[in-house]
């Protein structure tokens, strides 16, 4: 499994981006898939996650009503739009896979065993 982020960028605070995140080498509907974030100096964090059908989605407390994960199957493609950003959003974006069962969406970083290579999102104040 390939995981290929994309969509990172600068903005001004209130802005918005999307990121994407396209994966191959496996039927993509196998695969649950996240979004966790990086700041310097800080550990990686969940952002948001969704179930391999699409069906069931989960948000860290500090993006929800800001962030949307959503995916497209027949793209292959995680998607996370991201409006009303703010500075302390500023971070490296990662995207995850995990072969689980229907319905299941992982929130912890041990339990995805394939990880993008990271996309820059900055946002200045």
């Known amino acids: 499994v390939q995981l290929q982020a994309s969509g990172g960028g600068l903005v001004q605070a209130g802005g918005s981006l999307r990121l994407s995140c396209e994966l191959s080498?496996?039927?993509?509907?196998?695969?649950?898939m996240g979004w966790f974030r990086q700041a310097p100096g800080k550990e990686r964090e969940f952002v948001a996650g969704?179930?391999?059908?699409?069906?069931?989605?989960s948000y860290a407390e500090s993006v929800k009503g800001r962030f949307t994960i959503s995916r497209e199957n027949a793209e292959k493609t995680v998607i996370l739009q991201m409006n009303s950003l703010i500075p302390e959003d500023t971070a490296v974006y990662y995207c995850?896979?995990?072969?689980?069962?229907?319905?299941?969406?992982?929130?912890?970083?041990?339990?995805?065993?394939?990880w993008g290579q990271g996309t820059q999102v900055t946002v200045s104040s």
């Open positions: 995850a896979a995990d072969s689980v069962p229907s319905g299941v969406v992982i929130t912890t970083t041990w339990q995805y065993d394939y």
């Open positions: 080498g496996r039927t993509f509907t196998s695969y649950a």
């Open positions: 969704i179930s391999r059908g699409g069906s069931r989605r």
